[in-house]
């Protein structure tokens, strides 16, 4: 494939290295520039005494299909481990537990978030769709202005 150019990716997290990934299929040449001694971002798996411990990012649900397909496209699918759905939150010496596969259930009755709190993540929510429609409802307006 004919090399399309450099391009500059700020940042070795999942969104650099993803950018970078299909940019280099594209034909692209990306240089990915990283402030840290280590790429991951917010990922960081530790190796320690033949454990493996993810030190923040934990969890990658397969309803991130985009994330899925990429983890699929980079030939990485066989390092995926299954695990539990169940998350465990600790909070004042007591444990929190959620599932991941009924999360909105849970959080909305778990004591773990204030009444305050659970409000906020609604309107995100909410915000959050009303964003994902926006394209949608963009394009509708769009074919419906008269044509000049
Ligand atoms: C505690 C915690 C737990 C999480 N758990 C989960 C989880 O279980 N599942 C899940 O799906 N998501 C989880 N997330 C969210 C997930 O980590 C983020 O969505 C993801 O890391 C975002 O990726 P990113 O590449 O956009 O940003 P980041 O991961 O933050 O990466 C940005 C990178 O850019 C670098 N950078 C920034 N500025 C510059 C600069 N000027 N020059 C050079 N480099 C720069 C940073 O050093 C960093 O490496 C969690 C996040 C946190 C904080």
Redesign the pocket.
């Known amino acids: 494939m004919d090399d399309k150019g450099t391009v500059i990716v ?8 993803a950018a970078a990934w299909r940019l280099k299929e594209r034909g692209y040449s990306p240089i990915v ?4 001694d280590r ?5 960081l798996t530790i190796k320690q005494d033949g454990f493996l411990m ?1 030190a ?6 397969e309803a ?1 299909e985009s ?1 899925m397909r990429l983890v699929g496209d980079c030939g990485l699918s066989d390092q995926l481990l299954p695990a539990a759905y169940l998350m465990g939150f600790m909070r004042d010496d007591k444990m929190h537990m959620l599932r991941a596969n009924r999360l909105a259930l849970d959080a909305a009755r778990t004591s773990l978030l204030s009444p305050g709190a659970k409000l906020k993540a609604v309107r995100l929510a909410l915000d959050a769709f009303q964003d994902a429609q926006a394209p949608l409802l963009r394009g509708s307006l769009l074919s419906e202005r008269p044509r000049l």
């Open positions: 700020v940042g070795a997290g999942p969104s650099g290295l520039l990283e402030e840290r790429v991951g971002g917010q990922l993810e923040r990012t934990t969890i990658l649900p991130y994330v």
